[in-house]
C-alpha cells in the first residue's frame, strides 16, 4: 500500500497498536509487490504506538519521527529512509529470523539528518545500513544482534558518505561490528565517520574496513577505482570476538585508505586462552593509546 503527498496539513500523526496484517499477496497489484507500506513526499509524519508492522518505507519525507513500533520478519528491509532529510526514529524493536538474508533492521540511502536512537534490532543482515548519498546520519545506544552489524558502504557506482556517527552501541553475537565496506569500481568517497564507545559480545569482525567487498552473487573482479575511504576514528571499542582476527583494515591498492585512527581498543578472543591479531593493508594512519591487538600498518 502506497500513500502519497504532498499534504494539506503540516503534521500528520498515525498511531499503531494491535498487529497490523497485510491481505495474502495474491490479492496484491504487481507494482506493490516489493513493498509493504509506503509513504512517499509527506512532511511532518509522525508514526507511534505499541503496535506491530511488517515494514515501512519512506520516500522524500522530510521531518519524519517513527517511535514505539514493533517490526517483525519482513521479507526484505523493515524500514527504508530513502531521500528523507530529518529523521528521527527511537526506542522501535525490529526482529527477524538470523538466518534470513536481506532483512535489514533500518536502511538509510540519499538522506540528512538522520537520527536513530535506543532501540533493539535483530535480523539476518545489518542492524543498520548507511548507503549511497548520505551524510549527518547519528545512531546511538542500539543494542544489535543477531545480525551484521552496523554498516557503512557504497556500491559500485558514485557515492558520497560523510558526517556519520555511531556511539554507545553493543553488539551481541553478530557476523561483524563496526564496518565500512565499498565495492571495486565505484568513485566518491566515505569520509568523516567515528565509532565510539561500542561494545562487542561474540561478535565474529568486530572492526572493518572491507574496500573489496563482495556478496557472492556476482563476479565482482579486480577494478583499478575505488571510493576514498578517508578519516575514520575508532575510539573506545571492547569486548570480544569468535575470530583471531578482530581488527580487518583490507584497503584498496590504487585508493587506500587514510587518516585512519584507533584509540583505546580493547578487543580480545572469547575463549581467553586464544590470542587475537589485527590485519592491515593500504591502510594510513595513527594508534593512540591501548590498541589490543596492535595494528602495526598505524604508526
Same mark, same amino acid.
Given at each position: 500500500?502506497?500513500?502519497?503527498?504532498?499534504?494539506?496539513?503540516?503534521?500528520?500523526?498515525?498511531?499503531?497498536? *494491535?498487529?497490523?496484517?497485510?491481505?495474502?499477496?495474491?490479492?496484491?497489484?504487481?507494482?506493490?509487490?516489493?513493498?509493504?507500506?509506503?509513504?512517499?513526499?509527506?512532511?511532518?509524519?509522525?508514526?507511534?504506538?505499541?503496535?506491530?508492522?511488517?515494514?515501512?518505507?519512506?520516500?522524500?519525507?522530510?521531518?519524519?519521527?517513527?517511535?514505539?513500533?514493533?517490526?517483525?520478519?519482513?521479507?526484505?528491509?523493515?524500514?527504508?529512509?530513502? *531521500?528523507?532529510?530529518?529523521?528521527?526514529?527511537?526506542?522501535?524493536?525490529?526482529?527477524?529470523?538470523?538466518?534470513?538474508?536481506?532483512?535489514?533492521?533500518?536502511?538509510?540511502?540519499?538522506?540528512?539528518?538522520?537520527?536513530?536512537?535506543?532501540?533493539?534490532?535483530?535480523? *539476518?543482515?545489518?542492524?543498520?545500513?548507511?548507503?549511497?548519498?548520505?551524510?549527518?546520519?547519528?545512531?546511538?545506544?542500539?543494542?544489535?544482534?543477531?545480525?551484521?552489524?552496523?554498516?557503512?558502504?557504497?556500491?559500485?557506482?558514485?557515492?558520497?558518505?560523510?558526517?556519520?556517527?555511531?556511539?554507545?552501541?553493543?553488539?551481541?553475537?553478530?557476523?561483524?561490528?563496526?564496518?565500512?565496506?565499498?565495492?571495486?569500481?565505484?568513485?566518491?568517497?566515505?569520509?568523516?565517520?567515528?565509532?565510539?564507545?561500542?561494545?562487542?559480545?561474540?561478535?565474529?569482525?568486530?572492526?572493518?574496513?572491507?574496500?573489496?567487498?563482495?556478496?557472492?552473487?556476482?563476479?565482482?573482479?579486480?577494478?583499478?577505482?575505488?571510493?576514498?575511504?578517508?578519516?575514520?576514528?575508532?575510539?573506545?571499542?571492547?569486548?570480544?570476538?569468535?575470530?583471531?582476527?578482530?581488527?580487518?583494515?583490507?584497503?584498496?591498492?590504487?585508493?587506500?585508505?587514510?587518516?585512519?585512527?584507533?584509540?583505546?581498543?580493547?578487543?580480545?578472543?572469547?575463549?581467553?586462552?586464544?590470542?587475537?591479531?589485527?590485519?592491515?593493508?593500504?591502510?594510513?594512519?595513527?594508534?593512540? *593509546?591501548?590498541?589490543?591487538?596492535?595494528?602495526?600498518?598505524?604508526?
Amino acid at each position: 500500500m502506497t500513500l502519497s503527498g504532498p499534504c494539506n496539513s503540516g503534521s500528520i500523526y498515525i498511531q499503531i497498536f *494491535g498487529n497490523v496484517i497485510a491481505p495474502e499477496m495474491s490479492s496484491w497489484n504487481h507494482d506493490d509487490d516489493r513493498s509493504w507500506l509506503v509513504f512517499d513526499s509527506i512532511d511532518g509524519l509522525t508514526i507511534q504506538g505499541s503496535g506491530q508492522i511488517d515494514a515501512f518505507v519512506a520516500n522524500n519525507c522530510n521531518h519524519l519521527k517513527i517511535t514505539g513500533v514493533y517490526f517483525v520478519n519482513a521479507p526484505m528491509f523493515h524500514i527504508v529512509i530513502n *531521500g528523507c532529510e530529518r529523521v528521527a526514529i527511537s526506542n522501535i524493536h525490529i526482529t527477524a529470523p538470523e538466518e534470513r538474508i536481506n532483512t535489514d533492521g533500518i536502511h538509510i540511502g540519499n538522506s540528512i539528518n538522520v537520527y536513530s536512537d535506543h532501540s533493539i534490532i535483530g535480523t *539476518g543482515d545489518d542492524c543498520v545500513s548507511v548507503w549511497d548519498n548520505s551524510s549527518y546520519v547519528f545512531i546511538s545506544n542500539i543494542t544489535c544482534g543477531p545480525g551484521d552489524g552496523i554498516s557503512l558502504g557504497a556500491d559500485k557506482s558514485s557515492a558520497a558518505v560523510e558526517m556519520i556517527r555511531v556511539s554507545s552501541c553493543n553488539f551481541i553475537n553478530t557476523m561483524n561490528g563496526a564496518r565500512i565496506k565499498t565495492w571495486q569500481g565505484g568513485s566518491g568517497y566515505a569520509r568523516d565517520i567515528k565509532f565510539e564507545n561500542i561494545y562487542f559480545d561474540s561478535v565474529d569482525n568486530p572492526i572493518v574496513i572491507d574496500q573489496y567487498y563482495c556478496n557472492g552473487d556476482h563476479n565482482c573482479g579486480t577494478h583499478k577505482s575505488a571510493v576514498k575511504v578517508s578519516d575514520v576514528t575508532f575510539k573506545g571499542l571492547r569486548g570480544t570476538s569468535t575470530k583471531e582476527v578482530v581488527i580487518n583494515l583490507a584497503c584498496s591498492e590504487t585508493v587506500s585508505c587514510t587518516d585512519i585512527t584507533l584509540e583505546n581498543i580493547q578487543v580480545k578472543h572469547v575463549k581467553r586462552e586464544k590470542d587475537t591479531i589485527s590485519y592491515c593493508i593500504n591502510a594510513h594512519g595513527i594508534s593512540q *593509546g591501548p590498541v589490543s591487538p596492535p595494528v602495526p600498518c598505524l604508526s
